[in-house]
């Protein structure tokens, strides 16, 4: 029944920036209560599609796409895509929303950015739901003049290879082949999904609409100190929920595997909720019914608090 109704009231979202805009889809009433989702890398926002309708219908979920990713404009010609600059797109649409006070749920890349957001701007997010995502990624300090140097020569090398060079053309079954072959977590369902947001369709096929720059080294970091400092500095409830077969399991690296249990404990350390979850990465996409009782729950403890704190549920501005 509510699958149906949030059905019919899911709305594009268009919010103008300087290089272009940033595009989403919003679900659920006006007066709701605020929620921004973020999505993952090369994904977008049809990535909460399966998952939002299973959530409070009381609440305001904007989703969006992500510069370069779905139908959001690319940034500028000779810009690295870096989560300084997420946040500040996050910034921007909040303010265009009019929202002083929102939770956020952030998968991957997405927690991630939403991790440090609430870090930065701690008075504006009353909660957060990270899946399959740590909320911050450290990276040894040694290793960052490396990532400096090769990050640069990337984009120096994409913009010699892309010059004057058309995009690659796809048919639509090529074009979830390939999704499917750079994300064995999908289903062919969900790659179909992201798919309706990542191709554009042009003369003779399909081009993937995500920027090329995507795909080249993250030259900001953070180490694990800085990264324990930001999330001290959370005042909202947090939610991670992890899947068993998702992004820890991606560490290939034994440097990397030794910074994810200890910004696991940091939560626990600060009563926040860690639990685990069957399915892999891509989890509350394939298998949204695996985490909605979970992140409904949570949204709704939070939704009660601040009735017994205000008296009142407060009507955001939008």
Same mark, same amino acid.
């Given at each position: 029944?509510?699958?149906?109704?949030?059905?019919?009231?899911?709305?594009?979202?268009?919010?103008?920036?300087?290089?272009?805009?940033?595009?989403?889809?919003?679900?659920?009433?006006?007066?709701?209560?605020?929620?921004?989702?973020?999505?993952?890398?090369?994904?977008?926002?049809?990535?909460?599609?399966?998952?939002?309708?299973?959530?409070?219908?009381?609440?305001?979920?904007?989703?969006?796409?992500?510069?370069?990713?779905?139908?959001?404009?690319?940034?500028?010609?000779?810009?690295?895509?870096?989560?300084?600059?997420?946040?500040?797109?996050?910034?921007?649409?909040?303010?265009?929303?009019?929202?002083?006070?929102?939770?956020?749920?952030?998968?991957?890349?997405?927690?991630?950015?939403?991790?440090?957001?609430?870090?930065?701007?701690?008075?504006?997010?009353?909660?957060?739901?990270?899946?399959?995502?740590?909320? +911050?990624?450290?990276? &040894?300090? =040694? !290793?960052? $003049?490396?990532?400096?140097? *090769? @990050?640069?020569?990337?984009?120096?090398?994409?913009?010699?290879?892309?010059?004057?060079?058309?995009?690659?053309?796809?048919?639509?079954?090529?074009?979830?082949?390939?999704?499917?072959?750079?994300?064995?977590?999908?289903?062919?369902?969900?790659?179909?999904?992201?798919?309706?947001?990542?191709?554009?369709?042009?003369?003779?096929?399909?081009?993937?609409?995500?920027?090329?720059?995507?795909?080249?080294?993250?030259?900001?970091?953070?180490?694990?100190?800085?990264?324990?400092?930001?999330?001290?500095?959370?005042?909202?409830?947090?939610?991670?929920?992890?899947?068993?077969?998702?992004?820890?399991?991606? +560490?290939?690296?034994? &440097?990397? =595997? !030794?910074? $994810?249990?200890?910004?696991? *404990? @940091?939560?626990?350390?600060?009563?926040?909720?860690?639990?685990?979850?069957?399915?892999?990465?891509?989890?509350?996409?394939?298998?949204?019914?695996?985490?909605?009782?979970?992140?409904?729950?949570?949204?709704?403890?939070?939704?009660?608090?601040?009735?017994?704190?205000?008296?009142?549920?407060?009507?955001?501005?939008?």
């Amino acid at each position: 029944m509510f699958e149906k109704e949030m059905k019919h009231i899911v709305s594009e979202l268009s919010v103008p920036v300087p290089w272009g805009e940033i595009r989403g889809k919003v679900w659920g009433p006006d007066h709701g209560q605020p929620v921004l989702c973020l999505h993952g890398w090369a994904d977008n926002c049809g990535t909460f599609n399966t998952l939002i309708p299973l959530l409070p219908k009381d609440f305001r979920y904007v989703a969006v796409d992500l510069p370069g990713h779905g139908c959001s404009s690319h940034r500028p010609p000779g810009v690295l895509y870096t989560f300084p600059s997420y946040m500040m797109d996050v910034r921007r649409v909040v303010d265009a929303l009019q929202w002083s006070k929102f939770s956020i749920i952030g998968h991957s890349m997405g927690g991630n950015i939403a991790g440090m957001f609430s870090a930065v701007y701690p008075e504006m997010v009353d909660a957060v739901v990270l899946v399959d995502s740590f909320g +911050f990624l450290p990276t &040894d300090p =040694k !290793k960052m $003049p490396t990532i400096l140097r *090769q @990050g640069m020569d990337e984009l120096i090398e994409l913009e010699k290879q892309t010059k004057n060079k058309p995009a690659k053309l796809y048919t639509y079954e090529k074009a979830v082949e390939r999704l499917m072959a750079g994300n064995d977590g999908l289903t062919e369902k969900s790659a179909k999904i992201l798919l309706d947001r990542g191709l554009v369709q042009v003369d003779g096929g399909f081009i993937f609409s995500r920027d090329m720059r995507l795909h080249l080294k993250n030259i900001v970091r953070i180490n694990l100190e800085d990264s324990l400092d930001f999330q001290s500095r959370i005042k909202a409830s947090v939610l991670v929920i992890m899947a068993e077969g998702g992004l820890e399991k991606l +560490f290939s690296e034994e &440097d990397q =595997k !030794k910074f $994810p249990p200890v910004i696991l *404990q @940091g939560y626990r350390d600060r009563n926040h909720t860690v639990v685990t979850v069957p399915g892999n990465h891509h989890v509350h996409l394939n298998h949204p019914e695996v985490v909605a009782q979970l992140v409904s729950d949570f949204l709704k403890s939070k939704l009660l608090s601040q009735s017994a704190r205000s008296g009142d549920v407060p009507t955001p501005k939008l």
